[in-house]
């Protein structure tokens, strides 16, 4: 190599630096909730390079909070002990046998998160949402339907996420609540990390998927939406083309910017450090939803 392309190399490489400086002081100790989904969880080599995301999140200043779902992990035990699984809208049909499984791997994929984050030298608690009472929830039906030990969020108690920030902990969630008689309950985790984020008034909220982000038309793989605000999405929903998990994911986003969110995005989990393209650089991936009144090209 000549010295004049490693000189270019090392330029380009203090270019993506100063690039992000504004970014750095933009999320200063600000909070950032991630939430990452179990189906952005499979490639163990990924699962590392998202830890690595927001360790180094936290490293640079800011306050990551994960909350993890591991929707495909609970199917496949499930699967494994002989049960068939079964979604309504999304959500899990939870019968109390389903609730136990569901508890049992989502602690498992709780401390495996745990795990990854130590291994960079960094303190990271997990919990769920029963520790300090974070969640607290209610019976949640769908359309009406009886969906078993399903959570609906009507609570939610910062405070130990409070703690742990102030003590230096990165904070990982697994969505198990409880209600006003202690019983368990399964939770969406798109709508944990929603409502987290929501109570502790975090500066963004991230979904890591495994889809490159919100399409017009699912089976047109030109249709990707960059940008969507709120009253956009709330549309795509009603026109019946938002299937299977993107449809709790897109009403949490929703949910998320009409009650004080400031930046909302959908990314691509299979992508290589895709938390770190959206927040430090100027590239836009994925959807980011945005209030109704914010100006379009928030990617530009
Ligand atoms: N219009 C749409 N745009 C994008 N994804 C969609 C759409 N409709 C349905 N989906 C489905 O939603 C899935 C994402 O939700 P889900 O599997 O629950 O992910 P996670 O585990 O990350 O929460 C996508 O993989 C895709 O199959
Ligand atoms: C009620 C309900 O559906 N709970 C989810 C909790 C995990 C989750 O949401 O995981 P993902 O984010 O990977 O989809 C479930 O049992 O699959």
Same mark, same amino acid.
């Given at each position: 190599?000549?010295?004049?392309?490693?000189?270019?190399?090392?330029?380009?490489k203090?270019?993506?630096l100063?690039?992000?400086?504004?970014?750095?002081q933009?999320?200063?100790?600000?909070?950032?909730?991630?939430?990452?989904?179990?189906?952005?969880?499979?490639?163990?080599?990924?699962?590392?390079?998202v830890?690595?995301?927001?360790?180094?999140?936290?490293?640079?200043? +800011?306050?990551?909070?994960?909350?993890?779902? *591991? *929707?495909?992990?609970?199917? %496949?035990?499930?699967?494994?002990?002989?049960?068939?699984?079964?979604?309504?809208?999304?959500?899990?049909?939870?019968?109390?046998?389903?609730?136990?499984?569901?508890?049992?791997?989502?602690?498992?994929?709780?401390?495996?998160?745990?795990?990854?984050?130590?291994?960079?030298?960094?303190?990271?608690i997990?919990i769920?949402g029963?520790?300090?009472?974070?969640?607290?929830?209610? %019976?949640?039906?769908?359309?009406?339907?009886?969906?078993?030990?399903?959570?609906?969020?009507?609570?939610?108690?910062?405070?130990?996420?409070?703690?742990?920030?102030?003590?230096?902990f990165?904070?990982?969630?697994?969505?198990?609540?409880?209600?006003?008689?202690?019983?368990?309950?399964?939770?969406?985790?798109?709508? @944990?990390?929603?409502?987290?984020?929501?109570?502790?008034?975090?500066?963004?909220?991230?979904?890591?998927?495994?889809?490159?982000?919100?399409?017009?038309?699912?089976?047109?793989?030109?249709?990707?939406?960059?940008?969507?605000?709120?009253?956009?999405?709330?549309?795509?929903?009603?026109s019946?083309?938002?299937g299977?998990?993107?449809?709790?994911?897109?009403?949490?986003?929703?949910?998320?910017?009409?009650?004080?969110?400031?930046?909302?995005?959908?990314?691509?989990g299979?992508?290589?450090?895709?938390?770190?393209?959206?927040? +430090?650089?100027?590239?836009?991936i994925?959807? @980011?939803?945005?209030?109704?009144?914010?100006?379009r090209?928030?990617?530009?």
């Amino acid at each position: 190599m000549t010295e004049q392309i490693m000189q270019e190399q090392a330029m380009a490489k203090a270019q993506v630096l100063i690039e992000a400086l504004p970014y750095i002081q933009r999320f200063n100790r600000k909070i950032i909730v991630v939430k990452y989904g179990g189906s952005a969880m499979v490639d163990e080599n990924l699962k590392k390079q998202v830890i690595e995301d927001c360790t180094l999140l936290k490293l640079v200043g +800011f306050k990551p909070i994960i909350v993890h779902g *591991g *929707g495909k992990e609970i199917s %496949k035990w499930v699967g494994k002990v002989g049960m068939e699984p079964e979604f309504v809208n999304g959500l899990r049909k939870t019968d109390a046998a389903t609730m136990e499984v569901a508890e049992m791997v989502l602690n498992k994929v709780n401390k495996s998160l745990v795990k990854l984050v130590q291994e960079l030298g960094v303190n990271a608690i997990g919990i769920s949402g029963k520790d300090g009472g974070l969640l607290k929830v209610t %019976k949640k039906y769908s359309d009406g339907q009886d969906i078993g030990f399903v959570g609906e969020i009507n609570e939610v108690n910062p405070q130990i996420l409070y703690d742990l920030l102030e003590k230096d902990f990165l904070p990982i969630v697994c969505p198990i609540g409880m209600d006003s008689n202690y019983e368990t309950y399964n939770i969406n985790a798109d709508d @944990a990390a929603c409502a987290i984020a929501r109570a502790v008034n975090a500066e963004k909220l991230a979904f890591l998927t495994d889809i490159a982000g919100v399409y017009k038309d699912f089976d047109d793989p030109n249709s990707l939406i960059s940008e969507l605000t709120a009253s956009e999405a709330r549309e795509l929903i009603e026109s019946g083309y938002i299937g299977g998990g993107m449809l709790p994911k897109l009403s949490n986003c929703i949910d998320a910017i009409d009650n004080g969110v400031s930046r909302v995005h959908i990314l691509d989990g299979r992508i290589a450090h895709c938390l770190l393209l959206e927040i +430090f650089t100027n590239k836009g991936i994925g959807t @980011a939803i945005l209030g109704d009144k914010e100006d379009r090209f928030y990617h530009e």
